[in-house]
């Protein structure tokens, strides 16, 4: 049903609530590869008398794909009204940690693509988003982690790298995995 015959069957309704609707949908929809991450803690770093602080926040997170690693971030969130309603666009500076905290297996069976999305996360209400993307350096059996965000019409220079070496995990841990195995 399109929204010109839905208006007409309910004249109450606007011809573009439907289109709105859709987009309202839309941008509320998950747009990440992993799970939500966990809110470490947020630093205020800019007072504001009445409308909320601009804060530092540190987020931790599991790779989905690979058991064993963890990424922490640090993100920027506008303060103000702009910020507490949604509306304002955050900027791109994120800086990125990940680390081996267990025994590093690869969960899926199907090989990863290198720069595949780990987490992805929207940075303003329309247009720009945070990715997390990960990839195999295969001579030196090291997982590579880059945050990075981007707009739909031009992205950001700005980003971060960080490795991951695959090491054994304890004295029970001898086999090791090849990052290069589980990668395309």
Known sequence: ?????????NPGW???TLPLLALVLWGASPALAA???DLIF???????WVSPNDKLATYGLDDPEVEGVACHFTVPEKGGFK????????????????RQIGPIHFKGKLKLEQGDDMFR??????????QIVRGCDTKRNVLVYMV?????IE???KNSTSSVPIMPWGAGDSAVQRCGEFFQ
Do not use: N
């Open 148 to 152: 990075y965000s981007d707009r739909l």
């Open 121 to 130: 996360q929207r940075r303003s209400l329309f247009f720009k988003k945070m």
């Open 1 to 9: 049903m399109t929204s010109r015959a839905f208006s007409q069957c």
């Open 83 to 98: 910020g507490w309603l949604g509306l304002a666009e955050e900027v791109s500076d994120i800086s990125l940690a990940c």
């Open 14 to 16: 606007h011809p573009l």
């Open 42 to 48: 947020r630093r205020s770093t800019v007072f504001k």
């Open 35 to 37: 799970d939500e991450p």
């Open 155 to 157: 992205g950001s220079p």
